[in-house]
C-alpha cells in the first residue's frame, strides 16, 4: 500500500491530498447570552447566561463524551441553592447512509448544592435521527424530571431543522417545535417554539432567535411567565 501512495504522488505531483481525519478530537466552546432559555424556559429569570464545554470525540468510532456549563437563577426561585447548571453527557453518533444520521446517548443535569426535594439532578436517555438538515430527537428521563415529585419517565420530543441560506454565507435557518410530557402531571406539560437565525462571522457565530412556551404553570419570583415570548441573542466560539 505504501509503494501504490507514492506511486499516485509521483504520477500526480500538482493534485492536492486530502489530509486523513483526526482520530482523537477535543474542542471548547464559550458562549455569552442576553437569556438562558431551555425548552422553552427562562432558566435565568431573563437575565443574561455565561456558559461553556469541552467535547472529546474518537472520530472512527463516533463515540463522545463531554460537558457543559451554564448560570442559572430557577434553582433559588423553588427555594433551593445553587447558581450553576452542569451537564455530563456521553454517547455515539455516526452515518447510517448519505442521507440519514444518528446520535443516542445519555444526559446527566447536575446541579450542585440545589437542596430541593425531589432533587433537581436529572438524568435522561435521548436517541435522535437526523436526515439531511432535519431532526427529530426523544429524550427520555429515568429520574424525577428537574425536581417535579413523582415524574420519573417523564419525556421530551424535539422536531427541527437547521437550513443553510444558500444566498448569504454562513448563514443557518434555526427553527424547532418541542413538546415536554411532564409524567404524573399534565398541568406541567406543555409545548415550546423556536425560531431564529445564526451566522458565523468566523471570529464567532451569532444567533437570533424568537423563542416560546405555551404554558402558564411556569413563572418567576416576581410573576412573569418563564415561557413569555422573547427574543435572544448569543454570541459564541468554538475553538
Known amino acids: 500500500m505504501l509503494a501504490l501512495a507514492m506511486m499516485a504522488s509521483v504520477q500526480a505531483p500538482a493534485q492536492a491530498q486530502e489530509a486523513p481525519a483526526a482520530e482523537h478530537t477535543v474542542s471548547f466552546n464559550a458562549t455569552l447570552t442576553n437569556e438562558y432559555r431551555y425548552r422553552g424556559l427562562s432558566q435565568t429569570r431573563f437575565d443574561p447566561a455565561l456558559q461553556?464545554?469541552?467535547?472529546?470525540?474518537?472520530?472512527?468510532?463516533?463515540?463522545?463524551?463531554?460537558?457543559?456549563?451554564?448560570?442559572?437563577?430557577?434553582?433559588?426561585?423553588?427555594?433551593?441553592?445553587?447558581?450553576?447548571?452542569?451537564?455530563?453527557?456521553?454517547?455515539?453518533?455516526?452515518?447510517?447512509?448519505?442521507?440519514?444520521?444518528?446520535?443516542?446517548?445519555?444526559?446527566?443535569?447536575?446541579?450542585?448544592?440545589?437542596?430541593?426535594?425531589?432533587?433537581?439532578?436529572?438524568?435522561?436517555?435521548?436517541?435522535?435521527?437526523?436526515?439531511?438538515?432535519?431532526?427529530?430527537?426523544?429524550?427520555?428521563?429515568?429520574?424525577?424530571?428537574?425536581?417535579?415529585?413523582?415524574?420519573?419517565?417523564?419525556?421530551?420530543?424535539?422536531?427541527?431543522?437547521?437550513?443553510?441560506?444558500?444566498?448569504?454565507?454562513?448563514?443557518?435557518?434555526n427553527m424547532h417545535v418541542g413538546r415536554q410530557r411532564v409524567k404524573n402531571n399534565s398541568a406541567l406539560s406543555y409545548n415550546d417554539y423556536k425560531l431564529g437565525f445564526t451566522k458565523d462571522f468566523g471570529f464567532a457565530s451569532v444567533a437570533v432567535a424568537w423563542v416560546k412556551a405555551d404554558t402558564e404553570a411556569y413563572f418567576v419570583p416576581d410573576g412573569r411567565n418563564q415561557g413569555r415570548s422573547a427574543a435572544v441573542v448569543s454570541i459564541s466560539k468554538t475553538f
Not at 452515518?95 to 433537581?120: R, T
Not at 427541527?160 to 444566498?167: D, F, H, K, M, T
Open 52 to 173: 461553556g464545554g469541552a467535547d472529546y470525540t474518537h472520530t472512527p468510532s463516533g463515540l463522545y463524551v463531554g460537558t457543559w456549563l451554564s448560570t442559572i437563577k430557577w434553582t433559588k426561585d423553588l427555594g433551593g441553592d445553587g447558581d450553576v447548571e452542569v451537564d455530563l453527557y456521553a454517547g455515539k453518533r455516526g452515518q447510517i447512509n448519505e442521507y440519514v444520521s444518528y446520535d443516542v446517548g445519555g444526559l446527566y443535569y447536575w446541579y450542585p448544592s440545589n437542596d430541593l426535594n425531589p432533587n433537581a439532578n436529572t438524568f435522561e436517555l435521548y436517541g435522535q435521527i437526523g436526515i439531511g438538515p432535519a431532526y427529530l430527537k426523544y429524550s427520555h428521563a429515568t429520574s424525577n424530571l428537574f425536581g417535579t415529585p413523582d415524574s420519573k419517565q417523564s419525556g421530551y420530543l424535539d422536531f427541527g431543522a437547521n437550513l443553510p441560506i444558500e444566498s448569504i454565507e454562513g448563514l443557518v435557518l
